[in-house]
C-alpha cells in the first residue's frame, strides 16, 4: 500500500524557513514516475495547490509563494521537498503531500507550519 509521509512543519516567526519532506513508500512502481504536488489548507479555507512537479522534474508553483517556496525531489531517497523562505503568517496550514500515477492519487496525513511571532 501507497504511504506518503510528511514532515518538517513547526513554529517559526515571520520570515523564518522551514524545509517539509514527503517520503512515498509501498509503491509498486517507481517514485520517479509520480508526478508529485504540495497542498495547504489554512483554517476555514479550502485546500488549495502550493507547488506541483512532474516525473522529469518540471516544476511550478503558485503566484502567491513565488519567490519564496522551492520545490524538488530525491528520487533515489522516495522523497520530495519543499523549501519555504521568508515565510508569512498567512503561510499557517497543514501542508499536505500529494502523489498521482496513471489515474491513482494518494495523500499524507500532512504537517502543520504555524508563522506567528
Known amino acids: 500500500q501507497v504511504q506518503l509521509v510528511e514532515s518538517g512543519g513547526g513554529l517559526v516567526q515571520p520570515g523564518g524557513s522551514l524545509r517539509l519532506s514527503c517520503v512515498v513508500s509501498g509503491s509498486p512502481s517507481g517514485f520517479s514516475l509520480y508526478r508529485m504536488g504540495w497542498y495547504r489548507q489554512a483554517p476555514g479555507k479550502q485546500r488549495e495547490l502550493v507547488a506541483h512537479i512532474s516525473n522529469v522534474a518540471g516544476t511550478n508553483v503558485v503566484d502567491s509563494v513565488k519567490g519564496r517556496f522551492t520545490i524538488s525531489r530525491d528520487n533515489a531517497k522516495n522523497t520530495m521537498y519543499l523549501q519555504m523562505n521568508s515565510l508569512k503568517p498567512e503561510d499557517t496550514a497543514l501542508y499536505t503531500c500529494?502523489?498521482?500515477?496513471?489515474?491513482?492519487?494518494?495523500w499524507g496525513k500532512g504537517t502543520l507550519v504555524t508563522v506567528s511571532s
Open positions: 500529494n502523489a498521482q500515477i496513471y489515474e491513482m492519487a494518494y
